[in-house]
């Protein structure tokens, strides 16, 4: 079984910044692509950002030059630096996954609620 267990949320200012970061732990033999995705009350989950492997990283374009996904492959871990927050970037973030043992499996992390206000 896989965990994902994401940290780092809470309560800031519009123009504060924050850093999510998302472990993974369990049965793991490697992980390829890690993301995080966005939901806020009443809308459906979207996509922030995604980052490969490789190094490849995708973002939406509502976060472009704000946001940073970064991955530390020998802690399993993803993060995400999230600066200039704006009001509309109040969501439950979730980090994904997709762990490798014998078929790729995604999995998600329960949510960390992420809300700019003043």
């Known amino acids: 079984q896989v965990q994902l267990v994401e940290s780092g949320g809470g309560l800031v200012q519009p123009g504060g910044s924050l850093r999510l970061s998302c472990a993974a732990s369990?049965?793991?033999?490697?992980?390829?692509?890690m993301g995080w995705y966005r939901q806020a009350p009443g809308k459906q989950r979207d996509l922030v950002a995604t980052?490969?492997?490789?190094?490849?990283?995708n973002y939406a374009d509502s976060v472009k030059g704000r946001f940073t996904i970064s991955r530390d492959d020998a802690k399993n871990t993803v993060y995400l630096q999230m600066n200039s927050l704006k009001p509309e970037d109040t969501a439950v973030y979730y980090c994904?996954?997709?762990?490798?043992?014998?078929?790729?499996?995604?999995?998600w992390g329960q949510g960390t609620q992420v809300t700019v206000s003043s």
């Open positions: 994904n996954a997709n762990v490798r043992l014998y078929v790729p499996t995604d999995y």
């Open positions: 369990g049965r793991i033999f490697s992980i390829g692509t």
């Open positions: 980052l490969t492997r490789g190094g490849s990283a």
